[in-house]
C-alpha cells in the first residue's frame, strides 16, 4: 500500500508514556480458504495459520504483561469471557478463523488451568489447558449468514435501496465499457476456466470469481492446466479487475445506500466502543469476524480512498483494523475513569496478517490528524451509521417484514431521535439517538439475513487503468449472496 511518508514516521512512533489504551475494537477478515466456486468452502490450513499468527500479534501488543500497548485492567494470561465480546456470522470460514485466532490472543494456560481438588489431586484442563472463548454466531455480524459459500455481494443485505443501486452499477457506462473491452481477455482464459465458466459467464461480470478461483489455485496446486498463459501482467489485470468490480458494488460516493454494510459495522463499531466507555473498561475488546465487502463499503464511508486509491481494492486474507480508545489521563480506575473530553481514537489496518503485515495508522474521514477526540470520532461516525430498526428501514426503502410495524410506529418519532443525544453517566454525548445503546434493535436490523455484504478492503498495488466496460448483470434480492 502506498504510504506517506508521513504515516510512515507517525506510525513507527511508540506510544507516549502517558497513553493508556482503554480499549479496541477489531474488524477482522478470514485466513486463507478453498475456492467459492468449489463449495463447500472451508478455512485452509495456511488460513487457521494466518488468522492465530494474527491473534498472537494482537495478544503481544493488547494483551501480554509486557504489551507494547496494553490494554487497562485486560486479563494477560487466562481469558475473562466478561472481558471479551466476540461476534462471527454463522459461517464455517469465519467461525473457524474467528477460533484459530482467538487461540494467538490467549493460548492453553498451561499450569495455570491446573485446577485442585478437595481430595489434593489436581486436574489440568484439555489440550495443555486450551483456552474455550465463547464466539457468539449470530445475524448481528455485518456479514450475511454463510457468506463464504456465495458468490454475490449485495443482494443478501435485505436492503432494497442497496440492491437497486448496485443494479444501477451494472447498467452503468463505466461497467458497460469495462465488460466490453475485457471480453477477449477473459476468453483468452479458458484453458484454464473453462471447466467451470462458460463462454457467457467468462466476462467481467463475475470477476471477483474468476480472479478467487484462479488464485486459490496458484496458492495451492502445484500445476495448474495452460499456466504459461497466467503472465505477470496477466495476474495483475485479474486482481485489478476484480477491485474494480468489487469496489464498484460496495461504495458509490453519490449514492451512498450501496455502502449499507459499512453504515451498519460503523454503528456496531460506535456502539461497542461507547459501551467500553460507559461501562468503565468492563468490556475493553471487542472482536468481529466477517467478509471482505464490510472492509470495503467502509473505507468509502469514512473517506479512505481518498488516503490511498489502495483502500479502493480487495484486501488480504487475515487483514484487519482496529479502533483504538486511548486516553493521557494519569489516574484510571472503575471509580475514577476518564471523561469523554480525555478520551481519543485512532483507527489503524493491516492489510494480510497483522504478524507479517505493519499495522498502520491512518486519518478517518477527510481529517488531517490520525488520532481523534471521541466527540469528533463520535459525530463523524454518526453522519453514515445505521444504528436502529427504523433508520435502516428508511434508509432502505423496506416496508415489509420488521419494516411494516417500524415504519407505522416511528414516524411520529423521527424528528425527535434524530437531534436527540444519547448521555452516559459518564458525560459521553452521542448526537444521534437509537446508534449508541440500541444494541437490541440492531440485533432485529441486522437479523435481515446477510444485512451487510461481506469484506473487502485494500490492495497493495496500483490499479491499472481499465479500458472500457462491457455486459450487463444484475443483483438479485433472493439469489444474491455476500461475498468474503
Known amino acids: ?82 472481558q471479551l465480546s466476540i461476534l462471527s456470522p454463522s459461517d464455517a470460514v469465519l467461525q473457524s478463523s474467528s477460533l484459530a485466532f482467538l487461540q494467538g490472543v490467549y493460548p492453553p494456560a498451561g499450569s495455570l488451568s491446573v485446577s485442585k481438588l478437595a481430595n489434593s489431586s489436581e486436574v489440568e484442563a484439555p489440550l495443555g489447558g486450551y483456552q474455550y472463548i465463547p464466539v457468539t454466531s449470530s445475524s448481528t455480524a455485518s456479514t450475511s449468514t454463510d457468506a463464504e459459500s456465495s458468490e454475490w455481494l449485495q443482494g443478501g443485505s435485505g436492503c432494497g435501496n442497496a440492491v437497486v443501486s448496485s443494479n444501477n452499477y451494472f447498467q452503468s457506462t463505466e461497467y458497460l465499457n469495462t465488460l466490453s473491452s475485457t471480453k477477449s481477455f477473459y476468453s483468452n482464459l479458458s484453458p484454464i476456466i473453462g471447466g467451470l465458466f462458460s463462454t457467457s459467464a467468462a466476462t467481467f461480470k463475475n470477476a471477483y470469481t474468476i480472479f478467487d478461483y484462479i488464485n486459490v489455485g496458484r496458492i495451492h496446486n502445484s500445476s495448474i492446466p495452460s499456466d504459461d498463459l497466467l503472465t505477470d501482467e496477466t495476474v495483475f489485470q485479474l486482481r485489478t479487475l476484480a477491485d474494480n468490480h468489487e469496489w464498484n458494488l460496495a461504495y458509490n460516493e453519490s449514492d451512498t445506500i450501496r455502502a449499507v454494510a459499512g453504515a451498519t459495522l460503523a454503528a456496531q463499531i460506535l456502539q461497542q466502543l461507547n459501551s467500553t466507555l460507559t461501562g468503565k473498561g468492563a468490556t475493553p475488546v471487542s472482536i468481529q469476524f466477517g467478509a471482505y465487502a464490510s472492509f470495503m463499503s467502509f473505507f468509502g464511508l ?39 473530553s480525555d478520551v481519543s481514537v485512532r483507527f489503524l489496518m493491516a492489510n494480510g496478517t497483522a504478524a507479517q503485515n505493519p499495522l498502520t ?26 444504528g436502529d430498526t427504523a433508520a435502516w428501514c428508511q434508509a432502505c426503502g423496506n416496508t415489509t417484514g420488521v419494516c411494516a410495524s417500524s415504519t407505522s410506529s416511528s414516524s411520529g418519532d423521527d424528528s425527535s431521535s434524530a437531534t436527540a443525544a444519547s448521555t452516559s453517566g459518564n458525560g459521553i454525548s452521542l448526537p444521534v439517538a437509537g446508534v449508541i445503546g440500541a ?16 469484506l473487502a478492503g485494500l490492495r497493495l498495488v496500483k490499479k491499472s487503468t481499465l479500458a472500457s466496460l462491457g455486459g450487463a448483470g444484475t443483483v438479485s434480492s433472493t439469489t444474491a449472496g455476500a461475498k468474503a
Open 439 to 454: 444494541l437490541v434493535t440492531l440485533v432485529v436490523i441486522l437479523g435481515i439475513e446477510g444485512l451487510v455484504y461481506a
Open 361 to 386: 495508522a491512518y486519518p478517518l474521514f477527510g481529517q488531517d490528524d490520525i488520532l481523534l477526540p471521541w466527540t469528533t470520532f463520535a459525530s463523524e461516525m454518526n453522519k453514515f451509521a445505521i
Open 1 to 82: 500500500m502506498e504510504l506517506k511518508t508521513l504515516l510512515l514516521s507517525l506510525t513507527a512512533l511508540p506510544l507516549t508514556t502517558a497513553e493508556t489504551v482503554l480499549g479496541v475494537y477489531i474488524f477482522h477478515r478470514h485466513g486463507d480458504r478453498s475456492a467459492k466456486s468449489l463449495p463447500p468452502v472451508n478455512l485452509t490450513s495456511l488460513g487457521a495459520d494466518q488468522v492465530y499468527q494474527s491473534g498472537n500479534f494482537y495478544r503481544e501488543r493488547y494483551v501480554m504483561s509486557n504489551a507494547s500497548s496494553q490494554i487497562h485492567g485486560l486479563s494477560t494470561d487466562i481469558a475473562v469471557p466478561s
Open 302 to 340: 469514512a473517506q479512505l480512498h481518498k488516503v490511498s486509491v489502495n483502500f479502493t481494492g480487495i484486501v488480504d486474507y487475515a487483514s484487519s483494523m482496529a479502533f483504538e480508545l486511548v486516553t493521557n489521563a494519569t489516574t484510571i480506575s472503575s471509580t475514577s475513569y476518564p471523561a469523554a
